[in-house]
């Protein structure tokens, strides 16, 4: 009986590769990648020759919109609140020509965005929400805390042009809070651990952040109401 046992499936050969397996796999990944890359160009070259491009645009847009969990409807924002306490004002910092405020805003239901507002001492030129890498805090992209170069701040560069700026805080990738203390913790990066959860029920961490900024931009157009000017976003990288 033991000469007649299977010691494979039919079909399959035993594996004896002793290269790291999760290396291969990465790499294979890769090439499926890249290779999927070169077809989708061939493909959107041939969907620009057909189709009505704004059309094209649209659709691309709300399928992107769904990809990335970016769905939920934005609660209407009017203002930014000041995060302060009586011992912590809001103004942390002013600037050539500006004061530097922390904020928060309302996105939707248990759901917000935080980080840092530069106010031009006189009307805005512009609204600009400025993001920075995920692992940059809005300290840095001003200026108040090392770790950015100054020719790389570009967020306290246009306060001082007059823009009206807003940081939004991202999830960094360290893993300080990846876990319940005293129960268990995991080396999972914040924004794997967020994404991990997130993309069960359709979400995606990307889709959340877009969400903070969108509702930035929801904010500007009501400031422009009052006074028009041209918003933007602007991005490391």
């Not at 805005?124 to 890498?133: G, L, M, S, T």
């Not at 991202?170 to 995991?186: E, H, K, Q």
């Not at 969108?214 to 006074?227: C, G, M, S």
Request: charge should be neutral.
């Amino acid at each position: 009986f033991a000469d007649r046992a299977q010691t494979s499936l039919p079909g399959t050969q035993p594996l004896t590769i002793e290269a790291d397996l999760a290396t291969k796999m990465v790499d294979g990944i890769h090439v499926f990648l890249d290779r999927k890359v070169q077809e989708v160009q061939k493909e959107r070259e041939q969907l620009w020759d057909r189709a009505d491009r704004s059309q094209l645009v649209t659709e691309s847009r709300q399928r992107f919109r769904k990809l990335i969990g970016a769905v939920d409807r934005r609660v209407p924002i009017k203002t930014l609140e000041l995060v302060e306490t009586t011992s912590s004002p809001a103004q942390i910092a002013t600037g050539r020509g500006f004061k530097v405020l922390r904020v928060r805003w309302p996105v939707f239901d248990g759901v917000h965005g935080e980080g840092l507002l530069l106010q031009p001492d006189g009307p805005p030129a512009a609204r600009i929400v400025a993001i920075p890498d995920a692992d940059w805090t809005p300290e840095m992209l001003v200026g108040l805390t090392p770790g950015v170069a100054p020719a790389a701040q570009f967020a306290r560069r246009l306060a001082e042009s007059g823009c009206q700026v807003v940081i939004p805080t991202l999830i960094d990738r360290s893993d300080t809070w990846s876990g319940i203390p005293g129960i268990r913790m995991t080396n999972q990066p914040h924004r794997e651990f967020l994404y991990r959860m997130s993309f069960e029920i359709g979400r995606h961490i990307i889709g959340y952040e877009v969400q903070k900024v969108l509702a930035v931009i929801d904010w500007f157009e009501q400031e422009n109401e009052a006074r028009q000017v041209l918003t933007g976003v602007m991005g490391y990288g």
